[in-house]
């Protein structure tokens, strides 16, 4: 029997690189995993068809979790035709980088809508049912941003950021349910658009890093499957860092 075997997995922003690995990893591990996505239903169905391919369980639920109402309604949906959602994954998110002095009012506030609000949409929908079912598992993905800072992204910084608050403030509130609530804190990654950089850009990353390179999607996808599994049960409330050095 696999690991995950007959729970219900949902990873928000599964329709590409670190979600889409998420995803991916928990079907592979026996799990139910619906794969969100807000607008690239393309990209989500090719996960969904991977995932499937390969002997897996897979669903397609498109949702933008910025928008209260409609997280409700997708979580109130998965859970009257699975019975439960056992493990969240809130990965979505998006940049609008700029410098401080630069950034538009708008651009600052559709990073914290969906990074930060959004997280908070799909934590709260799925915990009254979680603390009724006295189990679950619930890991967002924060960044190094959000515990170092990083020049150019004072809101995504602060969205990361706020998705620590959040996860510490969860475990503490739903521990006594046994319901655990852990942050991973991605640092360079390997994704086409990092893939698509100069050598000399590459390396220049790669001077930063400890370890001397980035990391891949699947690095952030076994530790997901790692805190979602039995072997996670005694952890809550961390920021697990993956990223090389770059944060010690």
């Known amino acids: 029997m696999k690991r995950l075997e007959g729970k219900t997995a949902l990873v928000t922003g599964a329709g590409r690189g670190i979600g889409a690995a998420i995803a991916k990893k928990l079907a592979a591990d026996g799990a139910l995993v619906y794969v969100n996505y807000a607008a690239s239903k393309e ?102 941003s959000g515990v170092m800072g990083n020049a150019g992204q004072i809101n995504y910084a602060a969205s990361k950021a706020g998705v620590i608050g959040m996860t510490k403030t969860a475990a503490r509130e739903m521990a006594g349910r046994n319901i655990t609530v852990n942050a991973i804190a991605p640092g360079y990654i390997k994704t086409d658009m990092t893939e698509a950089m100069t050598e000399d850009a590459k390396s220049k990353v790669n001077a930063i890093i400890p370890l001397g390179y980035q990391g891949e999607a699947k690095d952030i996808a076994n530790m997901v499957a790692y805190l979602a599994g039995e072997e996670g049960r005694y952890i809550t409330g961390q920021v697990i860092k993956i990223d090389g050095g770059m944060s010690m």
């Not at 068809?49 to 409700?72: F, H, M, R, V």
């Not at 493990?87 to 700029?98: H, S, W, Y």
């Open 43 to 144: 990209a989500a169905n090719a996960v969904a068809k991977e995932i499937e391919d390969n002997g897996g369980k897979a669903l397609l639920c498109q949702c933008n979790i910025s928008d209260y109402d409609s997280t409700k309604e997708m979580i109130e949906n998965i859970i009257s035709k699975e019975g439960a959602i056992d493990i969240l994954v809130n990965n979505a998110g998006i940049t609008k980088d700029n410098i401080m002095m630069r950034m538009k009012p708008e651009e600052f506030d559709i990073v914290i809508d969906t990074n930060l609000k959004g997280t908070f949409n799909t934590m709260q929908a799925v915990s009254k049912y979680m603390i009724k079912k006295r189990s679950g598992r619930i890991i967002n993905i924060s960044s190094v």
